[in-house]
């Protein structure tokens, strides 16, 4: 599931070839961008985020 372009990285002229190909490609585009937007669906759930504040919390409170 293809939700976005790696560049080496330090490798300017790599990024700016990714950025290009983003810029001419609009299937590309629009391919990264249903991708990212299903991935965030599937990933970033409401009970996953409070699970992950719980966590958090109970990490701090630990530390007390």
Do not use: F
């Not at 391919?31 to 699970?51: D, M, P, Q, V």
Request: hydrophobic share 35%; with cysteine.
């Amino acid at each position: 599931e293809n939700c976005g372009l790696l560049y080496a990285p330090g490798d300017i002229k790599d990024l700016a070839a990714k950025i290009n190909s983003m810029l001419n490609d609009e299937n590309l585009r629009l391919e990264i961008s249903l991708n990212g937007h299903r991935k965030a669906k599937k990933s970033l759930t409401e009970s996953k985020y409070t699970k992950n504040i719980v966590a958090q919390y109970d990490s701090l409170m630990s530390q007390i």
